[in-house]
């Protein structure tokens, strides 16, 4: 299956800064990496995705970049919010139809 | 909107106890996903089905069985729960086959005693 891999574990910010997270992929046919945020006491939510056809994508504050070259995706957060505190996953399929093969999280604070 | 439903937020149990956790999806997704998160370990797939009767297993499925027998309904069954089986169990869903986007549940914290 395929193998993500997401640093760092924990990232702190102060509010107004940027914040960026790093995914690894293993499987060259992945086409396909959406990134989920997780509030306490919810279940994850998508809040941006990008297909390999495109090298990055932005909405309003957050943006996610692709390097398929080198098997890794990013997601950007600019202008950090104390409501931008939550655990980002990212996520790529494998060779499973539908499947999602998540990274282990990354707990963001954003520090007012 | 897409609602992901689990019937319970938080759930004691003793060990050796069969457990059931059900999750109800009100938009007539074909698959189905049953995830376990851990501190440290991410989102790691229990099973998962791509219609009713169906079920594939995912990284972890020892401990755990599934049952689908409507399709809005996928029930995650611990024939007897362990200590080690404490954690916070996640369901989703996502339209059909080769659709990736995911909709989750709030989850069921489900401590093992």
């Known amino acids: 299956g395929e193998n993500v891999e997401q640093h760092p574990s924990t990232l702190s910010v102060q509010e107004g800064d940027s914040a960026v997270i790093k995914c690894t992929y293993s499987?060259?046919?992945?086409?396909?990496f959406p990134w989920y945020k997780q509030e306490l006491g919810k279940g994850p939510q998508l809040i941006i995705d990008?297909?390999?056809?495109?090298g990055e994508k932005k909405d309003q504050r957050i943006a996610v970049t692709l390097n398929k070259t080198a098997k890794h995706f990013s997601l950007h957060i600019t202008e950090t919010q104390p409501e931008d505190s939550a655990v980002y996953f990212c996520?790529?399929?494998?060779?499973?139809?539908?499947?999602?093969?998540f990274g282990r999280g990354t707990q963001l604070t954003v520090w007012p | 909107d897409v609602k992901v439903t689990q019937s319970s937020r938080y759930l004691v149990k003793r060990t050796g106890e069969k457990v059931f956790l059900e999750c109800v999806q009100d938009?007539?997704?074909?698959?189905m996903f049953w995830y376990r998160q851990d501190p440290g370990l991410g989102l790691r797939l229990i099973y998962f089905?791509?219609?009713?009767?169906?079920?594939e297993k995912g990284d972890i499925p020892e401990g755990y069985s599934v049952s689908r027998e409507k399709k809005e309904r996928f029930s995650l069954i611990l024939e007897s729960a362990s200590t080690n089986q404490t954690s916070m169990y996640l369901c989703?869903?996502?339209?059909?086959?080769?659709?990736?986007?995911?909709?989750f549940g709030p989850g069921t914290r489900l401590t093992v005693t």
């Open positions: 990008i297909r390999s056809n495109v």
């Open positions: 089905s791509y219609d009713v009767k169906m079920k």
């Open positions: 989703a869903s996502s339209l059909q086959g080769g659709s990736y986007e995911q909709y």
């Open positions: 499987d060259s046919a992945s086409n396909y």
């Open positions: 938009m007539d997704h074909e698959n």
């Open positions: 996520a790529a399929p494998g060779t499973t139809l539908g499947r999602l093969y």
